[in-house]
């Protein structure tokens, strides 16, 4: 499923989830200025992931969900290893469950990780609020206001930006920042990192600038990258995963039992991957860059001058 669909698909789960019975299909059409067929695909792969949505049945055809069945299982369902799945089994079989409702419910339970990978970070009302915002702020290219934002380097802060890039995957945005004092005035924020958005009059002023950069799995965005190699044991996988959920489309098993294989583009400067690795080094074995050890060695120097 391509990101822009997924997108699409959790937008509409969270708008009918918090709005009940206010919407039918084609005001859901409209709003989503899309066709009755996507509408209709985007309804059934909610519903195939266990998400019950019920329709009126008479006019004017309004949809809602029902919270108390499989919604509520997104809230507390964690990825499924196989020594999950293996756990699970035995556990069920042992109860006189049939082989056939076994492989059913592990399928269910996978079916809706899947799902909720994609939206974990956006899944309360008031982010929502601010991804309707910045989308109604880029598609009027007008200015936001990103209110309170809470950087690493600075005190809290109003920001204003022109936003053209919104990635609800990753949690975040890429914008152009007229009044930082930075000579890059490009910027990646967190969308969490901010209480609000709000929308301006102030129509774009820097389009011609406005350059979208390559992100990677640590939602660092830079076009400058370099490609690694990394072998996981299962507490560094599923450090990554939980962390990073973007990163399960990067790991494979390994040939050996309980390792896996992680490859991905990542920024020449490893910010993201040097904490993973620092944080988990007796787990991941680095089969390359060579530079990637040359830097780790690196910092750890310096944090030994640090402490002398």
């Known amino acids: ?70 919604f509520s299982e997104l809230k507390y369902l964690q990825p499924l290893s196989d020594e999950d799945k293996g756990r699970i089994s035995r556990a069920l079989h042992d109860t006189g469950t049939s082989t056939k409702k076994v492989n059913y419910i592990i399928q269910k339970l996978e079916s809706l990780y899947d799902f909720k990978k994609l939206g974990l970070s956006i899944l309360s009302q008031s982010e929502l609020d601010k991804i309707d915002t910045l989308k109604a702020a880029k598609q009027q290219k007008t200015q936001a206001i990103l209110v309170n934002y809470r950087s690493n380097t600075s005190a809290m802060r109003n920001r204003t930006v022109e936003v053209f890039d919104i990635d609800v995957s990753l949690n975040t945005i890429q914008c152009y920042e007229p009044d930082t004092p930075k000579a890059d005035k490009l910027q990646h924020f967190r969308i969490a990192r901010f209480d609000r958005a709000m929308l301006t009059d102030t129509p774009w002023q820097f389009e011609p600038l406005h350059k979208p950069k390559k992100t990677d799995i640590f939602r660092i965005a830079n076009d400058d990258q370099v490609s690694v190699h990394l072998k996981l044991k299962s507490q560094a996988y599923n450090y990554l995963v939980e962390h990073y959920p973007m990163a399960r489309g990067k790991i494979r098993p390994a040939s050996q039992e309980g390792i896996w294989d992680f490859e991905a583009e990542i920024n020449r400067k490893l910010y993201g991957l040097t904490n993973f690795i620092l944080a988990n080094s007796d787990k991941v074995e680095i089969v390359y860059p060579i530079e990637l050890q040359e830097h780790l060695r690196t910092v750890m120097q310096n944090f030994i001058d640090r402490m002398e």
């Open 1 to 70: 499923m391509k990101p822009q669909a997924q997108e699409r698909i959790i937008r509409l789960l969270l708008r009918i989830l918090y709005n009940p019975n206010t919407f039918n299909k084609q005001q859901l059409i409209d709003f989503y200025e899309t066709s009755e067929s996507t509408i209709k695909r985007d309804i059934q792969s909610l519903r195939a992931a266990g998400i019950e949505i019920i329709q009126e049945k008479r006019q004017p055809y309004r949809y809602t969900i029902n919270p108390g069945k499989s």
